[in-house]
C-alpha cells in the first residue's frame, strides 16, 4: 500500500499564491507517477497537473497553464504544486495521487493511491 498525505492548503486573495506538497510513503512506492486534482463543491473532480517518475515530463489542465507548476526534486518526495495568480474559481478540495506507473496520467481512474485532500480558498 502506498500512503500519500497533502499540506499547505489556506486561504488567500485574488491573485495570491500558495505551495501545496504531498508525501507519499510505503512499501509499494517506486517509480510513481503523481498527479493532482481538485473537487469544489457539487463538482465533479477535476484534473490539474502530473509529473512522471524521473520528473521530466509534465502535462497540465488548461485552465492552470501558466499559473500553477508541479515538481519534484532527485529525491522524488515530496511532489509540490505552486500555485500563482488564484482566481476564486480554483477555491477547491485539491488531492494528490500516486500511479503504480512512472508515465504520467490525466484522468482519475489512471490513478491508484489517494490522499484526503486539503481546501484552498480564494476570495475576491
Known amino acids: 500500500q502506498v500512503q500519500v498525505v497533502e499540506s499547505g492548503g489556506g486561504s488567500v486573495q485574488t491573485g495570491g499564491s500558495l505551495r501545496l506538497s504531498c508525501t507519499a510513503s510505503g512499501r509499494t512506492f517506486g517509480n510513481s507517477a503523481m498527479g493532482w486534482f481538485r473537487q469544489a463543491p457539487g463538482k465533479e473532480r477535476e484534473f490539474v497537473a502530473s509529473?512522471?517518475?524521473?520528473?521530466?515530463?509534465?502535462t497540465y489542465a488548461h485552465f492552470v497553464k501558466g499559473r500553477f507548476t508541479i515538481s519534484r526534486d532527485s529525491a522524488k518526495n515530496p511532489v509540490y504544486l505552486q500555485m500563482n495568480s488564484l482566481k476564486p474559481e480554483d477555491s477547491a478540495v485539491y488531492f494528490c495521487a500516486a500511479r503504480k506507473t512512472d508515465t504520467v496520467g490525466v484522468s482519475a481512474s489512471d490513478f491508484d493511491y489517494w490522499g484526503q485532500g486539503t481546501q484552498v480558498t480564494v476570495s475576491s
Open positions: 509529473i512522471s517518475w524521473s520528473g521530466l515530463t509534465t
